[in-house]
């Protein structure tokens, strides 16, 4: 969607200024009764190191949000908008990278501009309705997520239903239109549809059910149970679940899929005592058993988040992939947080596809602005030649309302 960054700022100014239109005067028709206009600056430099034929990679790129939430519109109580514009750049500064040139290893931050968020939103109650391009994330991004690790976020242009009228219990129903993926200019037409329903029982145990219906790529049934509690000062959690697979119900193209059956596993628990974290996790995306080939995908996934930094499980290996991981960290108020991720890779018969080492600092200077700095050291296993990595990462993070 292109669109004109001028025109974008004059608007967000009109809507904020104390026009008789826009404002609250108590007199006459308003538009809305509130607004906070927001933004962000996101400077990062990352390096990406992969052996094979392409030269390292070094970029310098910037991300910069700004955005509006608008209340009440039309003087409609319960109605509201939001409306946001991302725009990535690297000024030409540092652009040794791909996409940007295609003699190097691939920074996945190209250069572009984009309408990130357009949606209304309409509260009834306790069920909202959402109508538009959203940044939408359900669970913990395993299966929907906006990628936000990536300088371009993903978003999706959405019909969606929450309710919560009865009590600890969240339904969610969304209908995709469309994928606003990270690439350059990248949006996939789809007719999709995920719905999700979590219930609290009580603190030590969430439950929540879920089937994602992704048109032309497959149909998600799963159930997943989180629950954390507190002994003697020793605060543990845990994820328990399990998702199958098979074919797609809605089809978008003209190809009819074979059955393909695949199954997700995922058993973790983490354990925090005054500053120290300690966890553990098992995860399994099997191997597809029909004719077809091919494994268990989340592809609206926040997949940077998942089977480590480096990136080499994007896609998952024809004869799926186990992730045992250990979690390792120190987390300090006025030091910030330091964490150590340390992941061993099988295919789901037992092949040896490598291990990966991930280090995180996160300092947190104020309630506006953060500092991230990262690296991830990626080896090959015997029996997949998947090239070793190396990455490092420095981000500072600066948001602010105005």
Same mark, same amino acid.
């Given at each position: 969607?292109?669109?004109?960054?001028?025109?974008?700022?004059?608007?967000?100014?009109?809507?904020?200024?104390?026009?008789?239109?826009?404002?609250?005067?108590?007199? @006459?028709?308003?538009?809305?009764?509130?607004?906070?206009?927001?933004?962000?600056?996101?400077?990062?430099?990352?390096?990406?190191?992969?052996?094979?034929?392409?030269?390292? $990679?070094?970029?310098?790129?910037?991300?910069?949000?700004?955005?509006?939430?608008?209340?009440?519109?039309?003087?409609?109580?319960?109605?509201?908008?939001?409306?946001?514009?991302?725009?990535?750049?690297?000024?030409?500064?540092?652009?040794?990278?791909?996409?940007?040139?295609?003699?190097?290893?691939?920074?996945?931050?190209?250069?572009?501009?984009?309408?990130?968020?357009?949606?209304?939103?309409?509260?009834?109650?306790?069920?909202?309705?959402?109508? @538009?391009?959203?940044?939408?994330?359900?669970?913990?991004? !395993?299966?929907?997520?906006?990628?936000?690790?990536?300088?371009?976020?993903?978003?999706?242009?959405?019909?969606?239903?929450?309710?919560?009228?009865?009590?600890?219990?969240?339904?969610?129903?969304?209908?995709?239109? @469309?994928?606003?993926?990270?690439?350059?200019?990248? !949006?996939?037409?789809?007719?999709?549809?995920?719905?999700?329903?979590?219930?609290?029982?009580?603190?030590?145990?969430?439950?929540?059910?879920?089937?994602?219906?992704? $048109?032309?790529?497959?149909?998600?049934?799963?159930? !997943?149970?989180?629950?954390?509690?507190?002994?003697?000062?020793?605060?543990?959690?845990?994820?328990?679940?399990?998702?199958?697979?098979?074919?797609?119900?809605?089809?978008?193209?003209?190809?009819?899929?074979?059955?393909?059956?695949?199954?997700?596993?995922?058993?973790?628990?983490?354990?925090?005592?005054?500053?120290?974290?300690?966890?553990?996790?098992?995860?399994?995306?099997?191997?597809?058993?029909? %004719?077809?080939?091919?494994?268990?995908?989340?592809?609206?996934?926040?997949?940077?988040?998942?089977?480590?930094?480096?990136?080499?499980?994007?896609?998952?290996?024809?004869?799926?992939?186990?992730?045992?991981?250990?979690?390792?960290?120190?987390?300090?108020?006025?030091?910030?947080?330091?964490?150590?991720?340390?992941?061993?890779?099988?295919?789901?018969?037992?092949?040896?596809? @490598?291990?990966?080492?991930?280090?995180?600092?996160? !300092?947190? =200077?104020?309630?506006?602005?953060?500092?991230?700095?990262?690296?991830?050291?990626?080896?090959?296993? %015997?029996?997949?030649?998947?090239? %070793?990595?190396?990455?490092?990462?420095?981000?500072?993070?600066?948001?602010?309302? =105005?």
């Amino acid at each position: 969607m292109k669109f004109s960054k001028l025109s974008f700022a004059a608007a967000c100014v009109f809507l904020g200024t104390s026009s008789p239109v826009a404002s609250d005067s108590g007199t @006459g028709f308003q538009l809305f009764s509130d607004s906070l206009l927001y933004a962000q600056i996101r400077p990062r430099y990352e390096y990406a190191d992969i052996d094979g034929g392409a030269e390292a $990679a070094n970029a310098f790129t910037n991300r910069t949000v700004i955005g509006g939430k608008f209340s009440q519109l039309a003087e409609v109580k319960g109605l509201s908008a939001t409306i946001e514009a991302t725009n990535v750049s690297h000024f030409g500064i540092m652009d040794d990278y791909k996409p940007e040139q295609g003699d190097y290893d691939v920074i996945m931050d190209p250069s572009q501009t984009r309408m990130t968020q357009a949606h209304l939103t309409y509260q009834m109650g306790k069920t909202t309705f959402i109508a @538009g391009r959203k940044m939408l994330t359900l669970d913990n991004h !395993r299966f929907v997520g906006h990628v936000g690790w990536r300088q371009m976020p993903q978003t999706f242009d959405v019909l969606a239903v929450i309710d919560k009228s009865v009590k600890n219990l969240t339904l969610t129903g969304v209908y995709i239109n @469309g994928i606003n993926k990270i690439f350059e200019n990248r !949006r996939d037409k789809t007719n999709s549809w995920l719905f999700n329903a979590s219930y609290a029982v009580m603190p030590e145990l969430k439950v929540t059910g879920y089937t994602y219906l992704l $048109a032309s790529i497959h149909d998600t049934i799963g159930v !997943r149970a989180t629950g954390k509690r507190n002994i003697s000062g020793f605060k543990l959690s845990y994820e328990a679940e399990y998702a199958y697979q098979d074919k797609p119900t809605f089809e978008t193209d003209s190809g009819i899929k074979p059955d393909q059956e695949a199954q997700y596993y995922k058993l973790a628990v983490k354990g925090k005592y005054d500053r120290f974290v300690l966890g553990a996790a098992y995860e399994v995306l099997g191997e597809k058993e029909g %004719d077809g080939g091919g494994a268990f995908s989340t592809p609206l996934a926040t997949l940077h988040a998942m089977a480590g930094f480096a990136d080499r499980f994007l896609k998952t290996p024809d004869k799926g992939l186990v992730d045992i991981n250990f979690t390792l960290g120190y987390i300090d108020k006025k030091l910030g947080k330091f964490l150590a991720f340390y992941h061993l890779f099988e295919s789901d018969g037992g092949d040896d596809y @490598g291990s990966e080492l991930d280090l995180v600092y996160v !300092r947190k =200077f104020n309630k506006n602005l953060s500092m991230f700095v990262k690296s991830a050291f990626y080896w090959e296993g %015997d029996d997949l030649a998947n090239n %070793d990595a190396i990455k490092y990462w420095l981000m500072m993070d600066y948001k602010f309302n =105005f």
